[in-house]
Nanobody, 121 residues
């Protein structure tokens, strides 16, 4: 079965950086799209970024474009989310997700447990 385990969250000051990791196991992910989502307190979960595992094409929400970068390490079966120039409004629980098929901002079948990111002003 698919397992996704996030790590790397924490507390950072505004303007700082964090790198989230998502260790994926249980499948060969070459046909999967991998995504990052986030959910702030009292808000709905929202799409952040996604990429096709095999092709590497990326897709970002407008709110994080030019600040966040999604990437993967095939040898480690790990997906990353590099977050720069963090803002207090980036505070949320961040989730890694996987879906079989093309990159989308919806329709993900597998989810990690989430990692908290808190950005102080």
């Amino acid at each position: 079965q698919v397992q996704l385990v996030e790590s790397g969250g924490g507390l950072v000051q505004a303007g700082g950086s964090l790198r989230l990791s998502c260790a994926a196991s249980g499948r060969t992910f070459s046909s999967y799209a991998m995504g990052w989502f986030r959910q702030a307190p009292g808000k709905e979960r929202e799409f952040v970024a996604a990429m096709r595992w095999s092709a590497g094409s990326t897709f970002y929400a407008d709110s994080v474009k030019d600040r966040f970068t999604i990437s993967r390490d095939n040898a480690k079966n790990t997906v990353y989310l590099q977050m720069n120039s963090l803002k207090p409004e980036d505070t949320a629980v961040y989730y890694c997700a996987a879906r079989l098929g093309p990159v989308r901002d919806y329709g993900y079948d597998y989810w990690g447990q989430g990692t908290q990111v808190t950005v102080s002003s």
